[in-house]
């Protein structure tokens, strides 16, 4: 499966930004989503993830509440809503996926995930 991730931005804190991540292929359902985001000189982070059908979903402790991720398996797309972005936020954010059975119970680390998009830069300006 190809990915393609687009909507980052320069956005000021406060802001909302809207990533999306499109799939080729004709079984989207059957992979897991993940979005993942790197900042400069640091690890690559899980910030959220959902199932293939879009049953369960699951969060870092540090966007909870402020970011949603969603899908629309018709479209093949992937969706991070983020809202009350803060500096901290800043980083290249990347989707991933991985064929739902091959994945964990909890799918939050990088190694879980054969698929990467290419990133998408979001900056959040103080």
């Known amino acids: 499966v190809q990915l393609q991730a687009s909507g980052g931005g320069l956005v000021q804190a406060g802001g909302s930004l809207r990533l999306s991540c499109a799939a080729s292929?004709?079984?989207?359902?059957?992979?897991?989503m993940g979005w993942f985001r790197q900042a400069p000189g640091k690890e690559r982070t899980f910030v959220a993830a959902i199932r293939g059908s879009g049953s369960s979903t699951y969060y870092a402790d540090s966007v909870k509440g402020r970011f949603t991720i969603s899908r629309d398996n018709a479209k093949n797309t992937v969706y991070l809503q983020m809202n009350g972005l803060k500096p901290e936020d800043t980083a290249v954010y990347y989707c991933?996926?991985?064929?739902?059975?091959?994945?964990?119970?909890?799918?939050?680390?990088?190694?879980?995930?054969?698929?990467w998009g290419q990133g998408t830069q979001v900056t959040v300006s103080s």
């Open positions: 292929g004709r079984t989207f359902s059957s992979y897991g």
């Open positions: 991933a996926a991985r064929e739902e059975y091959l994945l964990t119970a909890r799918p939050v680390t990088p190694s879980g995930y054969k698929y």
